[in-house]
C-alpha cells in the first residue's frame, strides 16, 4: 500500500550561536490514506518542528534541515523549489496553529483571509473566492453575516474556526493541526475537536494531530506516535498502544495521566527532567530517567524494532521482552 | 468615532489653556517694562501711565490673563509686536507657511527615505546593509541639526556650488534646509520601521500567510508592511510635529522667514509677545497634529477604530 | 515573575551580569569608553589644556592646525583645542545636571502620581500633558528666555523641559509595580509609603530609568549646545560648543575648521551616549536574560 506521507530519517537542528539545539532526529513516520496520526509528546520534544518541516517552513536562520527524505503523495517535498512547494503549501498540505489568538492577520477581515488561500490555489476570481468564503465560514459554524469582521472581534473558539476554515478551503491532503485545542477554553475544546474529526471526514483529509493530550488522541486519532527529544520512540495503531504502551517513556505518560477509578493520593511522574536539546544524553536520550535502563541503553542508539506487527519501538529491552 | 472626535477637541481645550497660562506667566515674570519696551525709554510718565490703563497693565495678573485668553479666543489678538508694532498674529501667520512647506518637504524626504530602509534592514537582518543602515541611523540621530546644516552648506554651496546656501523660494534652495531638518526624522523612522517589521516578521500570522503557499514577497507586503505600519504612522506624525518646531535651528541657518526665526530674532530683540504667541501658535499646531495622528491611526488599525464606535 | 528584580544582595550579580552583557556590543563599549574619556579631560582641563581658553592673540587669529595650535584659532587667535577641552565641562555638567534635575523632578512627580492615583495622578499628569504639546526644544527655548542666558538657566531651562518624560517612564513602572505581591506584602508589615517608594519601587523601575537618562543626557547636551547656537545659552567668552559654532559660522566659507571641531564635538559625545543607551537597553531588557 501507498502511504500518502512518508518521513525517512529526518534531522532537523537549529544552529545558535550558544550551540546546536537537535529539534529532530533521524525521525520516521508513516501516514496512510485517511488516517488521523496523534503526534504525542512534552514541549519541546520536536513535535511543532517536525510539521514546520513538513511544510518546509523552519525559519532559516537559525534552522537546518540536516538530512531525511519526506516523501508526499510519491515526491520527496526536499527536493522541491520553493515555488512548487508553494503549490503543495495551503493547497495539498494545510496547517493549523496553535494560537488562534495571534493566527490570523489583524488587520484584514476573516473573508479576505479566507479568500487570499483560496485565490492561491484555485483558478477563481474575486468576488466569486470571497463566496466560497462564506460558504467555508457557514461549514465551520461561523453566520454568513459575520464575513467581515476582524479576527478581534470574534472568540477564541470562533478564531480557531476561522483558521480551520482557511486550512480546509482548498481541500488539502493532508491537514497538520498543531495543538490546535490548547489555548481555548476546555468547553470549546470539545466543540472544536468535534468540528475538526467531522470536517476530516466529511472532505476525506489524511491528519496528523500534534498534542500531548491523550484522551484527545483517543478521541480522535487511527496512529499514535509518541515522540521523545527529536526521535519518535513509539508507533502504533491507537487500539494497540493503549492496550500495550511498550516504551518506558510512553509507559511513563500512561501512568501520569490520572485515574479517576483509582483512588490514589498523587500522580506518578515521571522522575527527572527533558534533557537539553544541546546537550543530549549518548545512546538513548530517555536512559537517565528510565526504570528499565541497562549499561547497552547509554551506548548505542537504539533502533526501531517491530515488537508486534504494526507496533513499533525504540527501545531494545522492552521491544524484546514483548517479543 | 465623530464622538470621539469631539471628545478629543475637548479634551484640547485645558490643555491649550494650561499652555497659555504657562507662557503668559513666563512672559509676566520676565524683566522689563512691556510698555517702555513698547514706547521706547524716551517716553513721557503720562504716556506710560496711558498705555498700561489702554492695554490693561495695571489690573492684576489674573484679570490680565483673562484678557488676554478673551482676546485670542473672540479676536484672534494675541498681542502686538514691540519692534514691528504689528500685530503678533499677523507676523506669525506671514511666517508660517515657509515653516510648513519646510517640514512638508522634511516629513516627505524622511519618509521616502526612512522607511524603506528600515523595511530592508529588517527582511536583511544582520546583513551588511542592515548594519551600515543601523549606524547611519544612529549618526543621523546623533547629528546636531545646526551643524548638519553647515556642512552641507559648506559641501553643496560653497565648494561644488551646486545649491544656494539659503533662501526658500526657489526648489533648489529648499533641498539643503530640508535635508538637514530630516536627517533626525529619516533615523527615528529608520529604526522604528525596522523593529516594528521584525516584530512582525515573527507574529505567527506571519506563518499563517506563507502556509497558505503565499509568496514571500507579498507576504512581506500584504501582511507585514500593514502591521508594521501602524506605529510608524503614528511616528511619522510625531516628527511632523517636532519638525514644525525643530526647524527653529534649520531656519535659523539657512535664514528661511519662517516662526522658528521669527521667534530666535523676537527672542534676541526681547520682543516677548511674539515669543509668546509663537510658543503658543506652535502648541495649538502640535497638538492638533497629534489629534490627527490619533485619528490615523484609529482609521489604519480596527482594533481601535472598534474601541470608538 | 517577569520584573528583574534587583535584590540588594544580588545587587553585585546583577550590575555584573549587564556589564558582562554590554561588553558584548563594541559599539556600547566605545560609547562608554568615550565618556569616560571626555570625563577625564573635563576634570582635567586645566592641566590638559595647551593654552588659557580665553587668551587671544590677534596676530595668531584664523590659523589653521599646526603643532603650537593643533586644532587651529579661532577668529580672536584663540586655541580651539583647548577651548574644546573647557567646552567638554561645560557640556558634561549641562547634561547631567539637567537629566538630574528633570529625573529627580519627573522622577518625584511620576512616582507620586502613580503610586497615589486618583485625584494626585490626575492633576500631575494634566501639567504633564501641557507641558508635552509643547515641543521639547521649544519649551527649551521658552524656559531660556524667559529666565535669561547663563549657565545655571540653562540646565534649569533644558532640566525642565525634559521633566514629563521622566514623570511618564516612572508613573508606568509604579503603575505595573505597585500591584505587584512583594510590595503587598511590604504594606501588609507596615511599611511606610516613603520607605515602600525608596527601598522597593525605584529600586525596581531603574532599567527603563537608567536607558532613559543615558539617551536624555544625549538630548540634553543637544539642546543646550542648541540654545547656545542661537545665544540663549552660555555667554562669551566662556567656551561652549554650540556658541563655538555659532560664532565661527559666518567664516565659514574662508576657515571651515573654525565649525568643524566643535560640531565634531558634539556629535561624537552625542553618539557615544546614544550608543552606550542602545547598548544598556539591549543588557537590560529582562526578555533578552537567559
Known amino acids: 500500500m501507498n502511504d500518502l506521507l512518508e518521513i525517512k530519517d529526518l534531522t532537523i537542528h537549529y544552529v545558535t550561536d550558544g550551540g546546536t539545539v537537535r529539534a529532530v532526529e533521524n525521525l520516521n513516520l508513516r501516514l496512510g490514506h485517511g488516517e488521523t496520526l496523534g503526534f504525542v509528546g512534552e514541549t519541546g520534544a520536536g513535535k511543532t518542528t517536525t510539521a514546520l518541516g513538513i511544510m518546509r517552513l523552519i525559519p532559516s536562520p537559525p534552522g537546518v534541515v540536516k538530512s531525511g527524505r519526506i516523501i508526499f503523495d510519491g515526491e520527496d517535498l526536499l527536493t522541491k523549489s520553493e515555488a512548487e512547494m508553494r503549490a503543495i503549501r495551503g493547497g495539498k498540505i494545510a496547517m493549523i496553529f496553535q494560537d488562534p489568538m495571534t493566527s490570523l492577520n489583524p488587520v484584514m477581515t476573516v473573508d479576505k483571509q479566507i479568500a487570499e488561500m483560496i485565490r492561491l490555489h484555485r483558478d477563481v476570481d474575486k468576488a466569486e473566492s470571497l463566496k466560497l468564503a462564506g460558504d467555508m465560514l457557514e461549514l465551520v459554524g461561523i453566520k454568513r453575516e459575520r464575513m467581515h469582521d476582524y479576527p478581534h472581534q470574534f472568540s477564541g473558539g470562533m478564531k480557531q474556526r476561522v483558521v480551520i476554515a482557511i486550512a480546509l478551503a482548498c481541500d488539502p491532503g493532508l491537514l497538520i493541526a498543531d495543538e490546535p485545542t490548547t489555548a481555548l477554553d476546555v468547553t470549546i475544546q470539545a466543540q472544536v475537536l468535534e468540528l475538526m474529526k467531522k470536517l476530516k471526514q466529511q472532505f476525506g483529509a489524511s491528519m496528523i494531530l500534534i498534542t500531548h493530550d491523550l484522551g484527545i488522541v483517543a478521541d480522535i486519532c487511527d496512529k499514535v506516535a509518541i515522540m521523545y527529544a527529536g526521535r519518535v520512540v513509539e508507533y502504533a495503531d491507537k487500539r494497540a498502544l493503549y492496550a500495550n504502551p511498550t516504551h518506558p517513556y510512553t509507559i511513563g505518560l500512561f501512568n501520569s495521566v490520572p485515574d479517576l477509578d483509582e483512588d490514589r493520593e498523587s500522580l506518578n511522574v515521571i522522575p527527572g527532567l527533558m534533557p537539553d536539546p544541546m546537550d543530549l544524553p549518548a545512546g538513548c536520550a530517555f536512559h537517565p530517567r528510565c526504570a528499565y535502563a541497562t549499561s547497552v541503553c547509554s551506548e548505542s542508539k537504539p533502533e526501531m524494532m517491530e515488537a508486534a506487527p504494526g507496533h513499533f519501538v525504540a527501545c531494545p529491552i522492552r521491544g524484546r521482552e514483548r517479543k | 468615532m465623530i464622538r470621539y472626535i469631539v471628545r478629543r477637541i475637548l479634551f484640547l481645550i485645558p490643555v491649550l489653556a494650561g499652555v497659555a497660562f504657562c507662557v503668559f506667566t513666563l512672559l509676566y515674570l520676565t524683566p522689563g517694562d512691556p510698555a517702555k519696551m513698547v514706547l521706547g525709554e524716551m517716553a513721557t510718565e503720562r504716556a506710560i501711565q496711558e498705555f498700561r490703563e489702554r492695554e490693561g497693565l495695571d489690573k492684576p495678573f489674573l484679570m490680565q490673563f483673562a484678557n488676554y485668553v478673551y482676546k485670542a479666543v473672540t479676536r484672534g489678538d494675541i498681542g502686538r509686536s514691540y519692534v514691528t508694532k504689528r500685530p503678533v498674529m499677523d507676523e506669525i501667520l506671514a511666517a508660517f507657511p515657509a515653516t510648513l512647506k519646510l517640514a512638508a518637504f522634511a516629513i516627505v524626504i524622511a519618509i521616502i527615505i526612512g522607511l524603506p530602509c528600515g523595511i530592508l534592514s529588517a527582511i536583511k537582518q544582520y546583513s551588511i546593509f542592515d548594519t551600515a543602515a543601523m549606524i547611519f541611523a544612529m549618526i543621523g540621530l546623533s547629528m546636531p541639526v545646526f551643524w548638519l546644516g553647515l556642512l552641507l552648506i559648506l559641501l553643496f554651496s560653497v565648494h561644488l556650488r551646486w545649491l544656494p546656501p539659503s533662501g526658500f523660494d526657489t526648489f533648489q534652495a529648499m533641498i539643503l534646509p530640508s535635508l538637514a531638518l530630516s536627517a533626525q526624522s529619516i533615523s527615528m523612522i529608520t529604526r522604528m520601521t525596522r523593529s516594528s517589521m521584525l516584530e512582525v516578521i515573527r507574529a505567527d500570522y506571519i506563518r499563517t500567510a506563507r502556509s497558505k503557499g503565499q509568496k514571500e514577497s507579498v507576504v512581506i507586503w500584504r501582511h507585514a508592511l500593514h502591521n508594521a505600519l501602524i506605529p510608524v504612522v503614528t511616528l511619522c506624525g510625531l516628527q511632523f510635529g517636532q519638525l514644525l518646531s525643530g526647524a527653529i535651528l534649520t531656519e535659523s541657518i539657512f535664514a528661511i522667514p519662517g516662526v522658528g526665526r521669527l521667534m530666535v530674532d523676537s527672542i534676541k530683540a526681547r520682543d516677548y509677545p511674539v515669543v509668546q504667541g509663537g510658543v503658543l501658535f506652535v502648541a495649538v499646531a502640535f497638538s492638533l497634529v497629534n489629534l490627527l495622528v490619533d485619528l490615523l491611526y484609529a482609521y489604519i488599525d480596527p482594533r481601535i477604530k472598534a474601541q470608538y464606535k | ?290
Open chain 3, 1 to 290: 515573575m517577569d520584573a528583574p528584580v534587583l535584590k540588594s544582595n544580588k545587587k553585585r550579580g546583577a550590575l555584573m551580569e549587564v556589564l558582562f552583557r554590554l561588553k558584548k556590543s563594541p559599539l556600547a563599549m566605545f560609547g562608554f569608553f568615550f565618556i569616560i574619556f571626555l570625563a577625564f579631560t573635563a576634570i582635567f582641563a586645566d592641566v590638559l589644556a595647551p593654552h588659557p581658553y580665553q587668551r587671544q592673540n590677534l596676530s595668531h587669529a584664523f590659523e589653521t592646525p599646526s603643532k603650537q595650535f593643533l586644532l587651529g584659532t579661532d577668529e580672536f587667535g584663540r586655541d580651539i583645542l583647548s577651548r574644546l577641552i573647557y567646552g567638554a565641562r561645560v557640556s558634561l555638567q549641562v547634561g547631567f545636571i539637567a537629566v538630574g534635575i528633570a529625573l529627580f523632578a519627573g522622577g518625584m512627580l511620576g512616582a507620586a502620581a502613580g503610586y497615589y492615583g486618583g485625584w494626585a495622578d490626575n492633576a500631575i499628569m494634566r501639567v504633564m500633558d501641557v507641558m508635552l504639546s509643547i515641543p521639547q526644544t521649544l519649551l527649551a527655548i521658552a524656559i531660556a528666555a524667559a529666565l535669561g542666558p547663563g549657565l545655571f538657566n540653562l540646565m534649569i531651562a533644558v532640566g525642565i523641559s525634559a521633566v514629563p518624560n521622566y514623570a511618564r517612564i516612572v508613573r508606568g513602572s509604579v503603575l505595573s509595580l505597585r500591584e505587584m505581591e512583594f510590595i503587598e506584602a511590604a504594606r501588609a508589615v507596615g511599611s511606610s509609603d516613603l520607605r515602600i517608594i525608596t527601598k522597593h519601587i525605584i529600586p525596581n523601575s531603574m532599567a527603563p530609568i537608567i536607558v532613559q537618562s543615558t539617551l536624555g543626557v544625549a538630548s540634553a547636551i543637544l539642546n543646550a549646545a542648541g540654545l547656545s547656537f542661537i545665544g540663549l545659552g552660555i555667554q562669551p567668552p566662556y567656551p561652549e560648543w554650540g556658541a563655538m559654532l555659532s560664532g565661527g559660522r559666518q567664516y565659514i566659507r574662508d576657515y571651515p575648521h573654525l565649525t568643524l571641531y566643535p560640531g565634531l564635538a558634539i556629535m561624537l559625545t552625542i553618539l557615544a551616549l546614544n550608543f552606550l543607551g542602545d547598548g544598556l537597553r539591549d543588557a537590560l531588557d529582562p526578555k533578552l536574560k537567559r
